[in-house]
């Protein structure tokens, strides 16, 4: 089973930028960290969960929400099993936990996952 460790978050001001790193620990037999699919997602206090960025295995196929276009970036180093999400021109409404996430379906690409970290906290003040 893989587990995943989100570490970066921080209290920043608006225009400033942050890394946010997922680590993974684990795997399913015969699978490999580049073979996971990982996710990023959002929670503000008060809103539902919503999707920032996804990051597919092998190919390094990247999506994103509509407000992370052009200012997040999701980027993978297979090598230290690690997710980055670097995160430019921060504004007060990415203030949420941000958590990155993965799932053990065998999918070149999804937005659907069930294995979560435990999340990190981004503030952005204005």
């Known amino acids: 089973q893989v587990q995943l460790v989100e570490s970066g978050g921080g209290l920043v001001q608006a225009g400033d930028s942050l890394r946010l790193s997922c680590a993974a620990s684990g795997r399913t037999s015969g699978r490999t960290f580049s073979n996971y699919v990982i996710g990023w997602s959002r929670q503000s206090p008060g809103k539902e969960r919503e999707f920032v960025a996804v990051i597919s295995g092998v190919t390094s196929s990247r999506y994103y929400a509509d407000f992370a276009q052009g200012r997040f970036t999701i980027s993978r180093d297979n090598a230290k099993n690690t997710v980055y999400l670097q995160m430019n021109s921060l504004k007060p409404e990415d203030t949420a936990v941000y958590y990155c996430?993965?799932?053990?379906?065998?999918?070149?690409?999804?937005?659907?996952?069930?294995?979560w970290g435990q999340g990190t906290q981004v503030t952005v003040s204005s």
């Open positions: 996430a993965t799932t053990n379906r065998r999918l070149l690409m999804t937005r659907e996952f069930e294995i």
